[in-house]
T-cell receptor, first 114, second 114 residues
């Protein structure tokens, strides 16, 4: 059974640009969560989607957005990139919404903003 | 709000040494507690969990006991191996499904020397 797949693995962007990251959950999983990992702030919750609906959102500005498609694949978008957005972005999937006990994480997308 | 505090390290030990990684938390409700492990270049993997006071989670020789009176969830292993070298994250989720996702500590980098 394939795990959580995140693409691309690495991204380099410049300030002011926008970026889209993709996450394919484990087959049959309907919930997708996104986290940002930085050396200074550690791991922080961005948002969770279930059945194409955003269930909840962490404390991030509106530049960070996401969506989920009918096949449960999810994308997150960051507009008007800032240097501080450089981070590892992790996606996690689970069968049901709000089920942290059953989260499976991908390897992440490493975003560098120059 | 909720928070998790853990020693950041790096923690360097010799093979077969005893390991303790301290973790304390603050939460408004009755959280579930977790330890995740991140190996180089990979996403997070759930190591163990405990959902109520006095529960002991265990996996791969690691153990942690949910201590409500001291708000702690310290990770222990009796004899570490080189393959245990990784970053370990303590995390919590409030009861009711973790509406705000997981709250993570900053992570503890563990280095085991042969």
């Amino acid at each position: 059974k394939a795990g959580v797949t995140q693409t691309p693995r690495y991204l380099i962007k410049t300030r002011g640009q926008q970026v889209t990251l993709s996450c394919s959950p484990i087959s049959g999983h309907r919930s997708v969560s996104w986290y940002q990992q930085t050396p200074g702030q550690g791991l922080q919750f961005l948002f969770e989607y279930f059945s194409e609906t955003q269930r909840n959102k962490g404390n991030f500005p509106g530049r960070f957005s996401g969506r989920q498609f009918s096949n449960s694949r999810s994308e997150m978008n960051v507009s008007t990139l800032e240097l501080g957005d450089s981070a590892l972005y992790l996606c996690a999937s689970s069968l049901a919404a709000g089920g942290p006990e059953k989260l499976f994480f991908g390897s992440g997308t490493q975003l560098s903003v120059l | 709000g909720d928070s998790v505090t853990q020693m950041e390290g790096p923690v360097t030990l010799s093979e077969e040494a005893f390991l303790t990684i301290n973790c304390t938390y603050t939460a408004t409700g009755y959280p579930s507690l977790f330890w995740y492990v991140q190996y180089p270049g990979e996403g997070l993997q759930l190591l163990l969990k405990a959902t109520k006071a006095d529960d002991k989670g265990s996996n791969k020789g690691f153990e942690a006991t949910y201590r409500k009176e001291t708000t702690s969830f310290h990770l222990e292993k009796g004899s570490v191996q080189v393959s245990d070298s990784a970053v370990y994250f303590c995390a919590l989720s409030e009861s009711g499904g973790g509406a705000d996702g997981l709250t993570f500590g900053k992570g503890t980098h563990l280095i085991i020397q042969p």
